[in-house]
């Protein structure tokens, strides 16, 4: 199973090099870049892509050209540069089918947060909303910081759905899990950001905001100090 990596035209963040040297602990076969490219990379398949939209369009976008190269594998596991494998998974296409309780609870908690909707709570709604129409009654979340595990076929054929068009920041995880998966594990979000901190407390996965890489970085040197074979 190929693993592929969506990332911005001028991507050169650090939080990827230890996202890469994770991947000791994740049985695969090629590593793909859609998108960018950064300089100190080998090893890894490019995928050019235009990115003239917004992240969340970008990255459906990616998406779609990566499940229309027949290059990589049918199942394939998809990460953001900041997911981070800390212990060995045997079986991606069970292990890595994670949830975090259903979508309306997810918006429950961001409510309290949020003194008003942001972008992304309005394409969450949306997206529960139109799984909902499909027959879901209660939606579960899949948009969860952890690397996950999408067929090309069954990715594309979601963009075929009257309605997938008209959500501009559509929740695609979400949309994928309750449409094509079963089973899976509800598990909490291991997102790191100045808001909740690290307390060295770690279980299988760790992820981190753009403004949370500086709370973890030294465990994730130390965890993972030499280089992988993705880098020059």
Known sequence: MDIVYSLATNYDG???????RSLVNVPHENVYFVGGFPIWAK??????????GTKWQNVPRNLITVCKD???????????DDFFVLEKVKNPAKELNLYNSTVQS?????SKRHSFPTNYMRGMAQTQELLKELGKDEPLSYELHVPCVFNKDNFLK????????????????????????????DMRDVKVSPRNGFNGNTGPFLSCSDSGFVYIKDFLASKFPLKSQYEI
């Not at 650090?14 to 890469?20: C, P, R």
């Not at 027949?70 to 953001?80: A, G, K, Q, T, V």
């Not at 009257?162 to 899976?184: M, W």
């Open 106 to 110: 997810v918006l429950d908690k961001l």
């Open 70 to 80: 027949p290059r990589i594998s049918e199942d394939f596991i998809y990460f953001n």
């Open 43 to 52: 090893n890894v398949v490019h995928i050019p892509t235009t990115q003239t």
């Open 158 to 185: 979601m963009f075929d759905i009257e309605g997938v068009s008209n959500i501009d920041v559509l929740h695609y995880r979400s949309l994928y899990g309750n449409l094509y998966l079963t089973g899976g594990k």
């Open 14 to 20: 650090e939080e990827l090099k230890y996202s890469l």
